[in-house]
């Protein structure tokens, strides 16, 4: 897996060449070496996050850009504060200031999503996890937010786990197959998880090896069931998560039911971007 400066850096470089091009062509109006100082301030109560990619918008451009902050990634943030200051070159900073303030929109809209869900099954032992419903070329970003957010990240891709789903299964020629075919090819730092749809298939994953399942579109009494089922077997180590049509509304009813982990698409694909705005002056003399 990419490392995290490395991903930040590609981000942020396609990012500036997206919206650049050839030129800011705006920004070209103001005389070349006035300063200004910014801040970027809240509008709505969240949980910061992007610090990082917001920095390297701006310092890859002026590498002699100030920026200081009065919070760091994880922490909440109210409506109305001020987050940092900044000061550097004007047109630098009107360069930066969009792709700056979209990643720091996007990725503190993953967080504070994440933190609603964490706090709402706060102490159940049920853990928040995120999938791989991410935007294209920001899966390591985003979940790199989730984690801010206190949640939990599932596999980063196709490469690191194995989620055996209905179609693999189908493919496969049912549960048991698929799994002995999974068992063989994964390494030790490679999990495998398969999903179910049904208390049978449930017990079909367990009698065929299963350690890791799960719990696909059930019914809170359907995951009390399976989890009961599950542990009167005497098997703790199966971890058994559950997935599909969770919402804050339940989330926590989910939770209760016994499961290990939720994870929920929602986290990354269905968010709306906090509103931050930045605010320019002149330098003071």
Same mark, same amino acid.
């Given at each position: +897996?990419?490392? =995290?400066?490395?991903?930040?850096?590609?981000?942020?470089?396609? #990012? =500036?060449?997206?919206?650049?091009?050839?030129?800011? =062509?705006?920004?070209? =109006?103001?005389?070349?070496?006035? #300063?200004?100082?910014a801040s970027v301030i809240s509008r709505k109560n969240a949980v910061l996050c992007g610090t990082q990619w917001f920095d390297a918008c701006f310092l890859s451009l002026a590498p002699d850009t100030r920026i200081e902050w009065s919070a760091t990634d994880g922490d909440h943030i109210r409506a109305g504060q001020q987050l940092c200051a900044i000061k550097g070159n004007a047109r630098t900073l009107l360069t930066?200031?969009? /792709?700056?303030?979209?990643? $720091?929109?996007l990725l503190s809209a993953v967080a504070t999503q994440t933190r609603r869900y964490v706090d709402a099954i706060a102490g159940t032992g049920a853990v928040i996890v995120d999938t791989r419903k991410t935007l294209p070329g920001l899966r390591l970003a985003q979940k790199y937010a989730v984690k801010c957010g206190g949640g939990t990240n599932h596999r980063f891709g196709l490469h690191d786990g194995i989620l055996i789903k209905e179609n693999h299964i189908f493919a496969a020629g049912g549960i048991a197959p698929a799994l002995k075919n999974a068992q063989a090819i994964a390494s030790a730092s490679?999990? !495998?998880?398969?999903?179910?749809?049904?208390?049978?298939? $449930?017990?079909? &994953?367990? &009698? #065929?090896? &299963?350690? +890791?399942? $799960? $719990?696909?579109?059930?019914?809170?009494?359907?995951?009390?069931? #399976? !989890?009961a089922s599950i542990r009167r077997q005497g098997s703790e180590e199966i971890v058994l998560e559950a997935s599909g049509n969770i919402t804050l509304a339940n989330v926590r009813? !989910?939770?209760?039911?016994? !499961?290990?982990?939720? /994870?929920i698409g929602a986290l990354t694909k269905d968010v709306k971007a906090i509103d931050l705005s930045m605010r320019f002056a002149k330098p003071v003399a």
């Amino acid at each position: +897996m990419k490392d =995290l400066h490395d991903e930040i850096r590609d981000n942020v470089q396609h #990012a =500036l060449k997206e919206d650049i091009g050839s030129g800011d =062509l705006t920004a070209s =109006l103001i005389p070349e070496n006035t #300063a200004l100082h910014a801040s970027v301030i809240s509008r709505k109560n969240a949980v910061l996050c992007g610090t990082q990619w917001f920095d390297a918008c701006f310092l890859s451009l002026a590498p002699d850009t100030r920026i200081e902050w009065s919070a760091t990634d994880g922490d909440h943030i109210r409506a109305g504060q001020q987050l940092c200051a900044i000061k550097g070159n004007a047109r630098t900073l009107l360069t930066a200031e969009r /792709s700056g303030l979209n990643f $720091l929109q996007l990725l503190s809209a993953v967080a504070t999503q994440t933190r609603r869900y964490v706090d709402a099954i706060a102490g159940t032992g049920a853990v928040i996890v995120d999938t791989r419903k991410t935007l294209p070329g920001l899966r390591l970003a985003q979940k790199y937010a989730v984690k801010c957010g206190g949640g939990t990240n599932h596999r980063f891709g196709l490469h690191d786990g194995i989620l055996i789903k209905e179609n693999h299964i189908f493919a496969a020629g049912g549960i048991a197959p698929a799994l002995k075919n999974a068992q063989a090819i994964a390494s030790a730092s490679v999990f !495998v998880q398969i999903e179910v749809e049904s208390l049978p298939q $449930l017990h079909q &994953a367990v &009698a #065929a090896g &299963a350690r +890791m399942i $799960l $719990l696909d579109n059930f019914t809170v009494d359907q995951l009390t069931e #399976a !989890v009961a089922s599950i542990r009167r077997q005497g098997s703790e180590e199966i971890v058994l998560e559950a997935s599909g049509n969770i919402t804050l509304a339940n989330v926590r009813q !989910v939770a209760e039911t016994g !499961v290990d982990r939720i /994870s929920i698409g929602a986290l990354t694909k269905d968010v709306k971007a906090i509103d931050l705005s930045m605010r320019f002056a002149k330098p003071v003399a």
